[in-house]
């Protein structure tokens, strides 16, 4: 069965600190694909990033990082230099390439709060 | 780049009253998933569609029904609403990957 966790909840840091949201996820399939989505207050979900289990090369976007290792089945997402734009819920999530089925399963989200 | 278009944006409705939730894909998108996140939760799967076909289904009530369209557009039915259904409801349309639309948030009364 597949499933995600987020241990941290709720995150709270000044502003221009880095902060690192952790995701942990459970697989038996091989083929699979990890997301990160933010969630600000106005409730949409953007999308962040995409990666499937064959590349666990890091990524970086801007102020935004991504550490992906098989290993440790971890796909950690770091803000850099944080901003108030960047409070928000931030959802770890995981599909499975099985058949037709890979629909998206989240993790419970960590509510980070960056303050002035 | 078109992106996936949900109507309305915001519903409000009685106990007990019917509601029709749309989802239009992306072009060319053949998989539509419908998604029910309530407060302070994370979106938790309700049903996803291919070709028209019921593909999946996760925790979706009896009172809720959904299909795909020959244009690929979706609709989610509910009836007999309750308090609880108050909620935020996601369509993303996927080909390797889901995009989400921007949600209908439903309010029961």
């Known amino acids: 069965a597949q499933k995600v966790t987020q241990a941290q909840t709720e995150i709270s840091v000044v502003e221009k600190e880095d902060v690192t949201l952790d995701c942990v996820y459970e697989t038996r399939d091989t083929t699979y694909y990890l997301f990160w989505y933010k969630q600000p207050p106005s409730g949409e979900l953007v999308f962040l990033i995409r990666?499937?289990?064959?590349?666990?090369q890091n990524e970086i976007s801007g102020r935004y990082s991504w550490n992906f290792q098989k290993s440790t089945s971890s796909f950690n997402f770091t803000i850099t230099a944080s901003q108030v734009v960047d409070s928000a819920v931030y959802f770890c999530a995981l599909s499975e390439e099985r058949n037709r089925d890979d629909k998206i399963i989240f993790g419970k989200g960590t509510r980070l709060h960056i303050l002035p | 780049a078109a992106g996936v278009i949900q109507s309305p944006r915001h519903l409000i409705k009685e106990k007990r009253e019917t509601a029709t939730l749309k989802c239009y894909p992306i072009p060319r998108h053949d998989t539509v998933y419908w998604y029910q996140q309530g407060p302070g939760q994370d979106p938790q799967f309700l049903i996803s569609f291919y070709e028209k076909m019921q593909s999946d289904k996760g925790s979706i009530p009896d009172r809720f029904s959904a299909q795909q369209f020959s244009d690929y557009h979706s609709e989610l039915n509910m009836s007999s609403l309750e308090l609880g259904d108050s909620a935020l409801y996601f369509c993303a349309s996927s080909v390797g990957g889901a995009t989400f639309g921007s949600g209908t948030r439903l309010t029961v009364v």
């Open positions: 990666r499937n289990s064959f590349d666990e």
